[in-house]
């Protein structure tokens, strides 16, 4: 079974290679129109993951919970705050030290388009799978999963050490 270990180990590897490439394919053909980017506002990651996590709340989240909820370091939650907000896509109200944000209309409309780029990119990884084929991976991929998760390994050192995503 060894050998056959190291061949799924290295066929995974090279599976993700490929996947990267094709998430950035699709990322490449939507910015190719324009959709996805903020003038002025190179960090597209916080931007996005905050419109991801304030799409999902109705009436907005406090600096604090987004801080500390959602890790966000407070400078980063500032500039992704700010492009929002400059790009009319949230509007913020100020409580004491704290401040709301809530996405406008126009922020909920971008941030379905992030949720339908991200279809796109899984269409785009596995389409070549029947619906069936995409259930027994996912149940295999999840078995994987509650292993790792169940090790006696520090990955929150392990990330911090190896620079992981």
């Known amino acids: 079974m060894s050998e056959l270990t190291t061949k799924l180990f290295l066929d995974i590897k090279e599976f993700e290679k490929y996947q990267e490439m094709l998430k950035c394919q699709v990322h490449i053909d939507e910015e190719r129109h324009g959709e996805y980017c903020l ?3 190179p960090d597209r990651h916080n931007f996005h993951h905050l419109l ?3 799409r999902d709340h109705k009436d907005g989240l406090t600096s604090d919970q987004l801080i500390f909820d959602y890790d966000f370091r407070p400078s980063e939650l500032d500039n992704a705050t700010s492009a929002l907000v ?3 896509l949230a509007t913020t109200t100020t409580d004491n030290d704290k401040y709301r ?4 209309d126009e922020g909920i409309e971008v941030a379905h388009k992030l949720l339908t780029r991200r279809e796109k990119i899984a269409e785009a990884a596995y389409r070549s799978l029947s619906e069936n084929e995409q259930r027994d991976l996912d149940r295999i991929i999840n078995i994987l999963l509650e292993d790792y998760k169940n090790r006696d390994v520090n990955y929150t050192g392990l990330n911090a050490i190896c620079n992981c995503k």
Do not use: D, E
């Open 39 to 41: 003038p002025g506002y």
């Open 52 to 54: 991801r996590i304030l």
């Open 86 to 88: 400059n790009n009319n």
């Open 101 to 104: 944000i809530r996405l406008t």
